[in-house]
Nanobody
Framework: QVQLVESGGGLVQAGGSLRLSCAAS????????MAWFRQAPGEERAFVSSILSSGRSTALINSVKGRFTISRDNAKNTVSLQMNSLKPEDTAVYYC????????????WGQGTQVTVAS
């Protein structure tokens, strides 16, 4: 059974940094596209960033480009999201998700970790 466990959330002042991590188990991590989504209060869950299994290709939404970096370690079955220059609008529950490369849906999700950016 695939399990994704996020960590690293918390409360930070605007302009600060946090590093989210997601540890995966129960499957073939090195063949998965990994992604981060977030859900702000009153909003739907939305895509933030993804990284292909090889780590060679990444995607980021425009609002976090230049501030967030996604990376993965296939030896440790982890994916990380380094978040710098955080803004209050980054406040959300952040979710780790996984799918096989080329898949259209993300069948595996973590439980989420809260990120709160105070102004």
């Amino acid at each position: 059974q695939v399990q994704l466990v996020e960590s690293g959330g918390g409360l930070v002042q605007a302009g600060g940094s946090l590093r989210l991590s997601c540890a995966a188990s129960g499957g073939t991590f090195s063949s998965w596209t990994m992604a981060w989504f977030r859900q702000a209060p009153g909003e739907e869950r939305a895509f933030v960033s993804s990284i292909l299994s090889s780590g060679r290709s990444t995607a980021l939404i425009n609002s976090v480009k230049g501030r967030f970096t996604i990376s993965r370690d296939n030896a440790k079955n982890t994916v990380s999201l380094q978040m710098n220059s955080l803004k209050p609008e980054d406040t959300a529950v952040y979710y780790c998700a996984a799918k096989p490369d080329g898949g259209s849906q993300y069948p595996w999700w973590g439980q989420g970790t809260q990120v709160t950016v105070a102004s």
